[in-house]
């Protein structure tokens, strides 16, 4: 109900720091636009399989959404977005994304051989088959080899099945185990989806807010904007469930802009920037006594040296 509020206290359509992967809300700044244009580059080249990869809250299923957004009608797109799956489990929801009727009483090669017949089929009409895989950290290492026998498919000029996986960097250590090194080799491009630098930090909450349809001047205050993203380290996750909070309370002290003072009330309720924070003032703290020791040492050296 408070957020409802707050919409109308700022002049907000509607929440701007909402946790819903909208595309709407895609933020086209840099290594943000450069993943996305990799990605699209390296589909409409036909290559095999692409792996983006990144930290909790970098905005993967995001990414992963507003590339399939993208596609034009020349691609035709799977998508699943829980991989934890068995070999057959994998296969079963490959066919139901590929539009084909499947009974409990097919088995694996007559799966694989149905689900070959679809991207063949779709291939002759000139259609591209996408396969889209979010927290692929959490396939199976057998899933990981069926995945790749899925991908078997090719022409002399390009493969007929080509997929992208997204994935936390566990992912890469599953990669690196021994049992799926022929898919590794398989990965032509990688891309990296690192938090959002200091420089974007402004931008990336200013073009949330005008999406959300905020009309007003400079809603958070450049000191807010600081300490938002020290508490942050860049992550959007972070940087919307901060900003979302610090505006609750803006609005619960009848503010109309966001200061530091907010921000400090945001950090306070959220245990992931409080854990940063203490961390940052521990060290503070011991870097500030290790001084203090080492002039006190250098004092009684130099004053024994004296005597």
């Avoid at 992967?21 to 840099?30: A, V």
């Avoid at 589909?43 to 990144?54: C, D, Q």
């Avoid at 508490?231 to 469930?241: E, K, Q, V, Y």
């Avoid at 945001?266 to 992931?272: L, M, Q, R, S, V």
Wanted: charged letters at 20%; glycine letters at 8%; a positive charge.
């Amino acid at each position: 109900m408070a957020a409802i509020m707050y919409q109308e206290h700022f002049g907000l359509q509607e929440l701007p720091f909402s946790l819903t992967p909208d595309t709407g809300f895609f933020f086209s700044y840099g290594h943000y636009a450069d993943a996305l244009n990799t990605l699209l580059v390296a589909l409409r080249m036909g290559e095999g399989f692409i792996k983006v990869s990144g930290e909790v809250g970098t905005g993967k299923t995001l990414l992963c959404r507003k590339l399939l957004n993208t596609l034009d009608d020349k691609f035709v797109s799977a998508y699943i977005p829980n991989p934890m799956l068995t070999p057959y489990g994998l296969q079963t929801a490959v066919a139901e994304e590929l539009g084909i009727p499947i009974t409990r009483q097919y088995g694996h090669h007559q799966l694989q051989k149905m689900i070959a017949e679809r991207i063949i089929e779709l291939n002759k009409r000139g259609k591209q088959v996408i396969l889209c895989l979010d927290e692929a950290q959490a396939m199976p290492i057998e899933t990981l080899e069926t995945l790749r026998l899925l991908t078997n498919l090719e022409t002399e000029k390009t493969k007929l099945l080509q997929v992208v996986l997204f994935g936390q960097p566990e992912l890469d250590v599953h990669l690196n185990n021994p049992r799926v090194r022929q898919l590794k080799q398989r990965i032509t491009f990688s891309y990296k989806l690192l938090p959002i630098d200091h420089r974007g930090m402004h931008s990336y909450i200013t073009h949330r807010l005008l999406v959300a349809g905020y009309q007003g001047g400079s809603l958070f205050h450049p000191r807010a904007i600081s300490k938002l993203y020290r508490a942050s380290r860049g992550i959007p996750r972070l940087i919307n469930i901060l900003s979302h909070k610090a505006m609750m309370a803006a609005y619960g002290q009848g503010d109309k802009t966001v200061n530091k003072s907010h921000v400090r009330l945001a950090i306070k309720d959220t245990e992931d920037a409080q854990l940063r924070n203490s961390r940052r003032q521990r060290v503070g703290w011991f870097t500030l006594a290790m001084t203090a020791l080492a002039t006190l040492a250098g004092v009684v050296y130099w004053s024994g040296a004296a005597l």
